[in-house]
């Protein structure tokens, strides 16, 4: 079983930046497929961003040129950099591992953008 904790909430005034890491416990991180998922206040969790285990990414429309999915299999790390937050990116920000038919999930990190 992957277990999967993600860092790096906080508190930003919009138009600014953040980086969410995800740390994965296992020795085929590699392998496997990561991604983000947001879920706002009152509202379903949605897709963010995919990484492929080869390096291949993926992103929802609203986050293409602001936000970038990146892995370090070396630390077994997945990142999520963001830039020109919104009030709309606020919420709690998942990572998800998956390989085949297996996923797992983190507890999620909470994204707050406020002035």
């Known amino acids: 079983q992957v277990q999967l904790v993600e860092s790096g909430g906080g508190l930003v005034q919009p138009g600014g930046s953040l980086r969410l890491s995800c740390a994965a416990s296992?020795?085929?991180?590699?392998?496997?497929?990561m991604s983000w998922y947001r879920q706002p206040p009152g509202k379903e969790r949605e897709l963010v961003a995919i990484?492929?285990?080869?390096?291949?990414?993926n992103y929802a429309d609203s986050m293409k040129g602001r936000f970038t999915i990146s892995r370090d299999n070396a630390k077994n790390t997945v990142y999520l950099h963001m830039n020109s937050l919104e009030s709309d990116d606020a919420g709690v920000y998942y990572c998800?591992?998956?390989?085949?038919?297996?996923?797992?999930w983190g507890r999620g990190t909470q994204v707050t953008v406020s002035s």
């Open positions: 998800k591992a998956k390989l085949g038919l297996y996923e797992s």
């Open positions: 296992t020795f085929t991180f590699r392998s496997y497929a």
């Open positions: 990484i492929g285990p080869s390096g291949s990414t």
